[in-house]
C-alpha cells in the first residue's frame, strides 16, 4: 500500500506542474526507462557471453534451436532443458 500511496503523491504533483514541464517529465521518465532496459540487456549479454564461453550453452543452428523450443512447449514436462 505504501507503495501505491507515494505513486499517487508523485501523480498528484506531477498533475500540479504546467503542462509543459508535465512534458518534459514524460520524456526523463521514458528516456531513463530506456537506458535502464539497454543496461539490463547489457547485463543479461555480459552473462550470457560468460556462459557460453564457459561451455555452458552448446552450439545450434537456428532451426535446431527452434526445433528443440518447439519440443520443449509442446511438452514441457518432458524435457530437461
Same mark, same amino acid.
Given at each position: 500500500?505504501? @507503495?501505491?500511496?507515494?505513486?499517487?503523491?508523485? &501523480? +498528484?504533483?506531477?498533475?500540479? &506542474?504546467?503542462? +509543459?514541464?508535465?512534458?518534459? &517529465? *514524460? @520524456?526523463? &521518465?521514458?528516456?531513463? #526507462?530506456?537506458?535502464?532496459?539497454?543496461? +539490463? #540487456?547489457?547485463?543479461?549479454? %555480459?552473462?550470457? #557471453? %560468460?556462459?557460453? /564461453?564457459?561451455?555452458?550453452?552448446?552450439?545450434? /543452428?537456428?532451426?535446431?534451436? #527452434? @526445433?528443440?523450443?518447439?519440443?520443449?512447449?509442446?511438452?514441457?514436462?518432458?524435457?530437461? *532443458?
Amino acid at each position: 500500500m505504501k @507503495q501505491l500511496s507515494n505513486l499517487d503523491k508523485v &501523480l +498528484e504533483a506531477a498533475m500540479e &506542474l504546467p503542462l +509543459e514541464q508535465q512534458e518534459m &517529465l *514524460v @520524456q526523463i &521518465l521514458e528516456n531513463r #526507462i530506456i537506458e535502464s532496459r539497454r543496461d +539490463e #540487456i547489457a547485463s543479461d549479454a %555480459a552473462v550470457s #557471453i %560468460a556462459e557460453f /564461453t564457459a561451455g555452458r550453452f552448446k552450439v545450434q /543452428t537456428a532451426s535446431e534451436a #527452434i @526445433q528443440e523450443l518447439r519440443e520443449y512447449l509442446n511438452n514441457p514436462s518432458a524435457s530437461d *532443458v
